[in-house]
């Protein structure tokens, strides 16, 4: 009757009412939650807690760190009586009083009948769907029930303590103790370590005060806790949790004398899992293989042992380890003190070594301290075990020793480089301070000839070698700031913005910023919606490794040079470091990878090996045509982009100007592609009576359509139809054609030289109008948004990772402040009329009022309302509307007869880019809505894959963040 002895408990991943509910179902007496709490209270699963750098002081020791700790007692209260209560509700549906009645009921649980895999298919539900009380009619089924009898005086340890009890209490100083031991024996040694630190603390005795001699099979955390004094040798084997929390004492494990002939300790595994676990000091010899995880979170304990499973060292912070034989996978994982020693004979062990935080070194043919101690400690292990494998490697030292590597975790080798730092400058600052002698005055003579002041020997963290710190970089530097050039230089030029030389001299320092996340939100829903593979450029960024930083970038993003110039960076909004502190500067990243590339002629045509006999036709050479171009291409089918302006590029090309993305980024870029063998047709006008839409059906197997949204919003109230108003993406693509050429523009219809311009809209489009009218030598620039000013920080309402609606300052708006000293900006302003004061037709200004905006308490919902008494007229002789777009323009649309949604964009089915129309397949703004340049590319290239998935019935191109999808077989 041992289910009504015992009580059951449940973990892992419980986070619901319902996982609580099944767990009970299942027999669960209790349910144990750490995650779901923890999350409560603001962790944000780094998985970084062994490093002591917990970004939300969650689990970390640091100060600075701690008071980043926002969690509240009242928030894990809370937490609970929601779990409570849905546990409460689902327990009524089921007609049960209490939890304790839900116990066991398997009966109310059905399997699935569908499975998502065949795997699923074969798992056998009988019996874990088995009624307890079925089996044992009559037996209480209840945890803890029954009284449980320990029995606790009958427990080997109390022979052992009865024995010892004159060397305890002082009477003796040796007693030597032979007995017997079985696996039902658990815990042995830790009622006698008990009983001495009861009288001599931690302590404890002097070395072999107490020896025991053991002989059978040790039973689960055999010598758990033993401390000073006491050596234990068992002849036999042990299970799981051998010397955990071993702390001074000595245990020695060997084979049985009585052993078959042909046995090799060095083959058998003799002790189970997770021995040493936690131990701080003490040693532990082991004439054998131990299983899995040896030596987890050991902190300062010596082991020796022939041979180790998977694991072995992990989330070990002290003591050492030497390994005489093979070991399993994964070794070192988390490992950031002490040292192992590896007897590599065969050089089989760096595959199996976790390297992410420790190095593999090769020992010297002659290093004291490493071969003194390990010569002394295998003599000593050889005396105890009369292990061959020991006796063999000494008898032939001088060439095994060859052998040993040394895995030395990175953060020790920091920390004990600081000493030896610490020690010489101290050293240097007693000797330079303080000469007392004629020898003092030589050496302090001597010191000059190397250092001319005491600053020197200190590390300037100017230099370009500085050693940055990557675990704690996050706490340490601050984000940068240099990533515009200086105003005063910038807004009287049109070269790119950008302190492109600035930022990449500081870009070790701020990549040493990124954190590395366990679950890295900069690539997740909120963050970047191509997937860009984030944390591991940064790191090779870090390193150095600018060839693998690009391989990594280039696997998610066609155009970084793009977007890291033109995207607002929502990968930054959700960067796990801007909860509480400035996020990492990952654009900046991003871009000066791709133009390093390319500095370095890493960049270069890569045609496909194969063509298909597929053509596709690409409306419209925007980011989401052009990477719907890229990577259809890639995959060898003839790809042609149709651009019905003069000029292939789209958004980039005309849209955004030319200080802000240079066009000859975006010309390097149409070449490239050109050279790969894609066809770019320029002045094609797609459903013109020159080319009507459905020529597209005609000449092409598939056509996407990724024309943008380029139909704006207008302001129609009194006056709109005054002259000198007009779209802001007629000004911008007016002066982008201007500079780059066209003769036959007439750029001057819309020119803001000597005119007071006003900017309707404060997204992205109406920052480029700012910057170019200003540039174009505008009196001044004034700029309306009907919302109210944001905060300055995230408001309660906008948590994060999502984008943080916060008041920023960008380019164009510094610019307007230094030429005349405001911001531009008003907000909550509506505007009433567009008024023409000289009577030619012309706009000389607009009437406004301000506007107040409340929300409804129920509905949620939020109205405006006019200010009275806040009416104003602004003077104005050119008005620029940037307040978004609508959708599509509807002639391509009409004339190929495909559906539209409630929006007006053309409609596909859920979860892919096909139209209504199955040859017609519909990416970007056209389908989305008015959205950012990286959503363009990820609908590019998403739409790419499905074409190609419906062309050929499997495809090779990724889905994003860069994941191939397996169709076939293993």
């Known amino acids: 009757n041992l289910r009504s002895r015992i009580v059951l408990q449940a973990d892992g991943q419980m986070r619901t009412g319902k996982d609580v509910i099944m767990a009970g179902m299942l027999g669960a007496d209790e349910i144990a939650m750490s995650t779901a709490p923890l999350l409560v209270m603001g962790c944000t699963m780094m998985r970084k807690c062994h490093l002591n750098t917990c970004p939300v002081g969650v689990a970390t020791q640091d100060p600075v760190l701690r008071k980043k700790f926002t969690g509240q007692p009242e928030h894990i209260i809370n937490y609970l009586m929601y779990l409570a209560e849905e546990i409460r509700e689902t327990l009524a549906k089921l007609g049960l009083k209490s939890f304790q009645e839900l116990i066991g009921r398997v009966d109310l649980l059905t399997p699935k009948k569908s499975f998502n895999s065949a795997k699923q298919a074969n798992l056998n539900f009988e019996f874990i769907l088995t009624d307890v009380r079925l089996l044992r009619p009559g037996v209480s089924s209840y945890g803890g029930s029954v009284r449980q009898l320990f029995d606790l005086k009958s ?96 245990v020695t494990v060997v084979p049985p004398i009585k052993t078959h002939p042909n046995f090799k300790s060095e083959e058998n595994v003799i002790v189970g899992n997770v021995c040493l676990y936690g131990a701080t000091s003490g040693r532990f010899y082991c004439r054998g293989i131990a299983a899995e995880r040896f030596a987890v979170r050991n902190s300062g304990a010596l082991a020796v042992v022939e041979g180790v499973g998977d694991h072995c060292c992990e989330y070990m912070t002290g003591g ?5 034989g093979t070991t399993g996978r994964n070794f070192a994982a988390g490992m950031s003190g002490g040292i192992a020693y590896v007897y590599d004979k065969d050089n089989i062990f760096p595959p199996n070594v976790n390297p992410e935080l420790v190095d593999i070194i090769q020992l010297p043919s002659k290093h004291a301290i490493d071969e003194e101690f390990l010569f002394e400690t295998l003599t000593h292990f050889h005396k105890e075990t009369d292990s061959k494998i020991a006796d063999n490697i000494l008898s032939e030292w001088s060439d095994h020793y060859k052998k040993f590597v040394k895995v030395f975790p990175r953060d020790y080798q920091r920390a004990l480089r600081q000493i030896a730092e610490d020690d010489k400058i101290a050293a240097l600052v007693q000797t330079v301070a303080a000469p007392s002698s004629d ?74 910023r990124c954190m590395e996340c366990g679950v890295p939100f900069c690539q997740s829903s909120n963050g970047c919606p191509l997937g860009n593979i984030i944390p591991r450029w940064n790191d090779m960024v870090f390193h150095g490794q600018w060839k693998q930083a690009l391989k990594e970038l280039l696997q998610t993003n066609n155009f970084p040079e793009f977007t890291g110039r033109c995207c607002p960076a929502p990968c930054e909004g959700a960067c796990v470091l801007g909860i509480n502190n400035s996020p990492v500067t990952i654009k900046n990243i991003e871009c000066a990878i791709i133009d390093h590339a390319f500095e370095q002629g890493w960049i270069k045509p890569e045609p496909p090996l194969n063509r298909s006999t597929h053509r596709i036709g690409v409306v419209g050479s925007g980011p989401s045509g052009l990477a719907a171009a890229a990577q259809l291409n890639k995959v060898g089918h003839n790809v042609t982009v149709l651009e019905r302006q003069n000029r292939s590029g789209g958004l980039v090309r005309y849209g955004i100007p030319t200080m802000k993305m240079d066009k000859d980024v975006v010309q390097r870029r149409i070449d490239l592609m050109e050279a790969e063998g894609i066809q770019f047709r320029n002045n094609m006008s797609i459903g013109s009576d020159s080319y009507p839409a459905k020529n597209l059906l005609d000449e092409f197997d598939y056509a996407l359509l990724t024309c943008g949204a380029t139909w704006p919003r207008d302001l129609n109230i009194p006056g709109r139809e005054l002259k000198n108003i007009h779209f802001a993406m007629s000004f911008l693509e007016k002066w982008q054609q201007h500079q780059q050429d066209d003769k036959q523009n007439d750029y001057l219809s819309i020119f803001a030289k000597d005119k007071h311009v006003l900017v309707m809209g404060g997204g992205d489009t109406g920052v480029d109008c700012i910057g170019t009218s200003l540039r174009q030598g505008a009196k001044s620039v004034t700029t309306f948004e009907i919302l109210p000013e944001p905060p300055t920080t995230r408001a309660m309402d906008n948590p994060w990772p999502t984008w943080p609606r916060v008041f920023r300052v960008d380019y164009g708006h510094d610019e307007v402040r230094l030429k005349s000293g405001r911001d531009p900006r008003h907000f909550s302003i509506r505007s009433k009329e567009f008024i023409d004061t000289k009577g030619n037709g012309d706009v000389t200004g607009v009437t406004t009022v301000q506007v107040e905006w409340t929300q409804n308490p129920e509905t949620k919902a939020w109205s405006m309302a006019d200010v009275p008494g806040s009416e104003k007229t602004f003077e104005c002789d050119l008005v620029l509307l940037a307040m978004g777009f609508l959708g599509p323009e509807k002639g391509i649309i009409q004339q190929l007869e495909l559906e539209m949604d409630a929006r007006g964009n053309i409609k596909t089915a859920p979860d892919s880019y096909q139209s209504s129309n199955p040859r017609v397949f519909a990416a970007g703004d056209c389908r989305r809505g008015q959205s950012l340049v990286v959503h363009a590319i990820n609908e590019g290239r998403q739409a790419a894959r499905c074409i190609d998935l419906a062309l050929r019935g499997s495809t090779n191109l990724a889905k994003t963040g860069g994941t191939l999808i397996f169709s076939g077989q293993f």
Request: proline share 1%; charged share 30%; glycine share 8%.
């Open 155 to 250: 427990r080997l340890d109390y022979d052992i303590i009865l024995k010892a009890r004159d060397v305890i209490e002082g009477k003796l100083t040796v007693v030597t103790v032979m007995q017997k031991i079985k696996n039902s024996d658990r815990t042995f040694g830790a009622t006698l370590s008990h009983e001495i630190s009861k009288v001599y603390a931690d302590k404890g005795l002097p070395n072999d005060s107490i020896k025991i001699c053991l002989t059978g099979h040790g039973g689960q955390s055999f010598c758990g806790f033993l401390t000073n004094g006491v050596s234990v040798r068992l002849l036999g084997d042990a299970c799981d949790y051998v010397c955990k929390g071993l702390c001074g004492g000595k």
């Open 439 to 512: 020898s003092d005055k030589e050496n302090k003579a001597a010191i000059s000839d190397d250092v001319e002041d005491i600053e020197d020997a200190v590390t300037d963290e100017n230099q370009q070698d500085q050693v940055y710190d990557k675990i704690r970089g996050f706490n340490k530097y601050p984000r940068a700031r240099n990533q515009y050039r200086a105003v005063n230089q910038r807004m009287v030029d049109w070269k790119e913005i950008y302190n492109h030389k600035g930022v990449k001299r500081g870009l070790k320092k701020q990549a040493a």
């Open 320 to 324: 050492r380890v030497i390994v005489l």
